[in-house]
């Protein structure tokens, strides 16, 4: 699944990234890459997430959540990780 279609209050681990380099190397650099465990504060129109990683808060247009695969962490959506 990718991050657009998690609620808020989900944790999830972070599966793949398919973006350009540039653009993957940045996320990266911001503590979001494979692996990584993200939890959703916000959701926002038209896909876009907050998500906090550590103690940072990023913010991701929808666009970038639909290239970011994750796996939830959280039980009800353990399921739909497909």
Request: charged share 25%; aromatic share 2%; net charge negative.
């Amino acid at each position: 699944m990718d991050l657009r279609l998690c609620p808020a209050g989900t944790s999830a681990e972070v599966r793949w990234v398919d973006l350009e380099d540039g653009e993957r190397a940045r996320l990266r650099e911001l503590g979001l890459r494979e692996g990584a465990v993200v939890h959703v504060v916000h959701c926002s129109a038209f896909g876009g997430r907050v998500v906090a990683v550590g103690s940072d808060r990023l913010a991701i247009d929808g666009r970038t959540c639909a290239c970011i695969g994750v796996t939830p962490l959280t039980p009800e959506l353990a399921g739909a990780s497909a």
